[in-house]
């Protein structure tokens, strides 16, 4: 099992910057793809990106694509987002999660979840 705690988030102007954290306690780290979700408010809860255990492979949401990046070190358990050029609608609920079974897609292999930060960008 892995505990997962996010951080970063905050309140920004559109066209700022911000990096999440994600910091994983427990066992085998290396051996869970992660990903990065978020759900806006009223909102279904969405992948914005994904990475493979190595963190060779990395996947986004079209809508994130170019302005986000997720990344991994697994000597410090910690994956990250840095988020680019942030606008309104990428205000949400951001949560990372870990799937053991190394698939990057979807949603229902992601087994363990953070609680989440919240980013809010202003226009």
């Known amino acids: 099992q892995v505990q997962l705690v996010e951080s970063g988030g905050g309140l920004v102007q559109a066209g700022d910057s911000l990096r999440l954290s994600c910091a994983a306690s427990?066992?085998?780290?290396?051996?869970?793809?992660m990903g990065w979700f978020r759900q806006p408010p009223g909102k279904e809860r969405n992948r914005v990106a994904a990475?493979?255990?190595?963190?060779?492979?990395?996947t986004y949401a079209d809508s994130v694509k170019g302005r986000f990046t997720i990344s991994r070190d697994n000597a410090k358990n910690t994956v990250y987002l840095q988020m680019n050029s942030l606008k309104p609608e990428d205000t949400a609920v951001y949560y990372c999660?870990?799937?053991?079974?190394?698939?990057?897609?979807?949603?229902?292999?992601?087994?363990?979840w953070g609680q989440g930060t919240q980013v809010t960008v202003s226009s």
């Open positions: 999660a870990a799937n053991p079974g190394g698939g990057l897609y979807g949603s229902s292999g992601y087994a363990y």
């Open positions: 427990g066992r085998a780290f290396s051996t869970y793809a």
């Open positions: 990475i493979s255990r190595s963190g060779g492979v990395t």
